[in-house]
């Protein structure tokens, strides 16, 4: 299952671990956190793929640090690719693939990859995040992006709260659940399946595309 959490706004490490706390089922195995200056990365991990703490989230490579939830089905092939193209690995996890081949790839990663997923990515070098979501939705994916201050997670529970959003609940009262992009929430926003996001920090801009 696992739970990832992102965020660019200034908190403590305490409170990100409260955040997570929320949802621990999602991951009881291990509870991962990255932070590097205002930016925060946490990993609620079921152990599923190469059970070694290896395999721990957050997982760094260079400038690039991935939180994923889901599972690449065709990984090893898209490893292989990757080894021709001078690639090494430390683990025999779909992570490290994922990461590897958003390096290699950049977006186009998604036309490689066949599985359930939900991840994020920040670069610390251009200061933006990558997010993406499989084409059916299976993995949830809700985020926060208001003022330049960004806020994502598998979950509502950890997510700052806003008022109610009307739309969505006579959505809900006419259809009996919400649909992607909408949440319960006005400010927060569930990614729709088979679509990817990308946030500039820097710039305060916000990309959505399939």
């Not at 993995?139 to 009307?166: I, N, R």
């Amino acid at each position: 299952m696992c739970g990832i959490y992102l965020t660019n706004i200034p908190i403590p490490e305490k409170e990100v671990v409260l955040k997570l706390n929320k949802i621990n089922f999602r991951g009881p195995d291990h509870l991962g956190i990255f932070q590097k200056e205002n930016i925060s990365l946490a990993h609620l991990r079921l152990s599923i793929l190469d059970l070694d703490e290896r395999s721990n989230q957050p997982f760094t490579f260079e400038y690039l640090t991935l939180v994923y939830n889901g599972e690449i089905y065709n990984f090893k092939v898209v490893r292989e690719l990757l080894i021709v193209k001078g690639y090494t690995f430390e683990t025999t996890s779909d992570t490290e693939v994922l990461l590897k081949g958003y390096h290699a790839w950049g977006e186009k990663i998604l036309d490689r990859i066949n599985g359930m997923f939900a991840f994020a990515i920040y670069n610390e070098n251009d200061q933006t995040v990558f997010i993406a979501r499989d084409r059916l939705g299976v993995k949830p994916l809700y985020y926060s992006w208001q003022s330049g201050k960004l806020e994502l997670c598998s979950q509502l529970e950890p997510l700052e709260k806003s008022p109610l959003d009307q739309d969505a609940i006579s959505i809900y009262l006419k259809t009996g659940y919400i649909p992607s992009p909408f949440s319960i929430y006005r400010g927060i926003k569930k990614l729709p399946p088979g679509q990817f996001a990308i946030f500039n920090l820097e710039e305060n801009k916000k990309e959505i595309r399939s």
